[in-house]
C-alpha cells in the first residue's frame, strides 16, 4: 500500500512538471512575444504602372480568410495573355525577391499572380508566420480557382502555369500533378523535394541533439495552442547553433536578407512557428513528380545547403517531361544579380516557349532591361 500511495503521490508531480517542459519556453531560443500583423502600407505595395506592364492588388478568398495577390498585366497585347501563379518558400513573401520574376515574366507577354500565403504579408490569418505545406497547397488551389471564376476576362485561363521556388517549388510540383493537364507548365526553382532528405541533413548538420531540440520546439507550440496560450516561434534563418530552421553560414545568411525589402509587408519577423518542425518530415514533393503531367523546367544549384542537388537529380529521373537545370551557384543566389538574369531569361523562353505566347516589342526601361 506504502509503494501505491508514493506513485500516487509522484504521478500528479511527474505530470505538473511534464507540462512545465512542454508548455514554458525552456529553450532560450524559442520566442513567444506576441506578433501582431503590421498593416501599415509598404513602399512595395503601392499599384505599379509601367510602359511593359501594370500591377494591381487583389483579394481572393482561402478557407474563410482573404489571400492578398499582386497581378501583373503585360501591355501592348492583341489578345489575353497567358498566367503564371507564384509564391515563396518557407516564410516568404511576394516582396522578398519574387517581384523581378514576376516584372520580367510580363514584360514577356505574360501575366502573373504572385500571392501571400495565409498569415503572412498582406493575406489574412493569426498566429503570423505560419508554415504549413499542408496549408500552402490549399492557397494555391484556391489562387488557381481565383484566376478560373475572376480573370477569364483578362487572361487566357486555358494556358496556366505554375512557378514556385525553394519550398515552393515543391508545392509547384504537388499542385501540377493534382490538376493533370489543367496546367500548361511548370517552373521548379531550387525545390525542397523530400521531408526524408532534409531530415537528415537536419542530423548531419546539427547532430542528433540539435535535431531533437528543434522537433521538441515543435512539440513546445503545438502543447501552447492546444491550451490556447501564445504561439511559439523559432527564427527563419540563423548562424550554425542558432537552432534556426535554416542555419547557414554568415555569407549565406547576408545572401538570403538581400532580396529582403527594407520595410516588410504585414510587419514580416525573422521567426516562424516552431510546430513546423513536425510537419517538415513528412512532406515529400517528389512522390508526386511521376504524376505530371504537364513540362516542367527545373532549376537546381550545385552548392545548394538546403535543397540538395541529388534529390533534384533523382527527382528528373523519375519524368520525361522534367528537365533538369544546374547552376553552379548557391541556395539563393538565383534571387539577385548575373544569377537572377540568367535563370529568369531561361525561365521565360521555357514559358514563351510552352504557352506559345506572343512577346510584346517594347523599348527597354531603365527600371525593367529586357534580358
Not at 481572393?60 to 498585366?73: A, R
Not at 505574360?110 to 501571400?116: C, E, G
Amino acid at each position: 500500500m506504502g509503494g501505491m500511495a508514493s506513485l500516487v503521490a509522484v504521478v500528479p508531480v511527474g505530470i505538473a512538471f511534464l507540462a512545465a517542459l512542454i508548455l514554458a519556453p525552456w529553450d532560450k531560443t524559442i520566442i513567444v512575444e506576441p506578433f501582431v500583423w503590421d498593416h501599415t502600407p509598404t513602399p512595395s505595395t503601392a499599384d505599379v504602372n509601367k510602359p511593359e506592364f501594370s500591377r494591381r492588388t487583389v483579394y481572393f478568398p482561402s478557407h474563410g480568410l482573404q489571400l492578398e495577390g499582386w497581378l501583373y498585366m503585360p501591355k501592348h497585347l492583341d489578345d489575353r495573355p497567358p498566367i503564371i501563379v507564384g509564391a515563396h518558400g518557407i516564410a516568404g513573401q511576394k516582396d522578398m525577391g519574387l517581384e523581378p520574376f514576376a516584372e520580367f515574366f510580363a514584360t514577356k507577354g505574360m501575366a502573373v499572380l504572385l500571392f501571400d500565403y495565409r498569415n503572412f504579408g498582406g493575406s489574412e490569418g493569426e498566429p503570423r508566420n505560419w508554415v504549413s505545406p499542408n496549408r500552402h497547397l490549399q492557397d494555391w488551389a484556391a489562387a488557381l480557382d481565383y484566376i478560373r471564376s475572376s480573370l477569364g476576362a483578362d487572361v487566357d485561363i486555358t494556358r496556366i502555369g505554375l512557378w514556385g521556388t525553394s519550398l515552393a517549388g515543391g508545392h509547384a510540383l504537388v499542385t501540377a500533378a493534382k490538376e493533370g493537364t489543367n496546367v500548361t507548365a511548370v517552373v521548379s526553382q531550387v525545390p525542397h523535394l523530400s521531408g526524408l532528405e532534409a531530415t537528415k541533413a537536419s542530423i548531419k548538420n546539427r547532430g542528433l541533439l540539435g535535431a531533437i531540440r528543434i522537433f521538441l520546439a515543435g512539440l513546445h507550440d503545438r502543447a501552447r495552442a492546444a491550451v490556447n496560450l501564445p504561439a511559439a516561434y523559432l527564427r527563419v534563418a540563423g548562424t550554425p547553433g542558432s537552432n534556426s530552421f535554416m542555419e547557414l553560414e554568415q555569407e549565406e545568411l547576408n545572401t538570403y536578407f538581400l532580396k529582403h525589402p527594407s520595410k516588410y509587408a504585414g510587419g514580416w519577423q525573422n521567426r516562424v512557428l516552431a510546430r513546423l518542425a513536425n510537419e517538415m518530415s513528412r512532406y515529400n514533393p517528389i512522390h508526386y513528380v511521376p504524376s505530371i503531367k504537364a513540362p516542367v523546367l527545373m532549376v537546381a544549384t550545385t552548392q545548394d545547403t538546403l535543397c540538395a542537388l541529388h534529390v533534384a537529380r533523382r527527382a528528373a529521373a523519375l519524368n520525361p517531361l522534367v528537365t533538369l537545370v544546374e547552376k553552379d551557384a548557391g541556395h539563393f543566389d538565383v534571387y539577385t544579380g548575373e544569377m537572377f538574369q540568367e535563370v529568369a531569361q531561361e525561365q521565360g523562353k521555357f514559358f514563351v516557349e510552352k504557352f506559345e505566347a506572343p512577346v510584346p516589342v517594347v523599348e527597354a526601361t531603365e527600371a525593367m532591361p529586357l534580358l
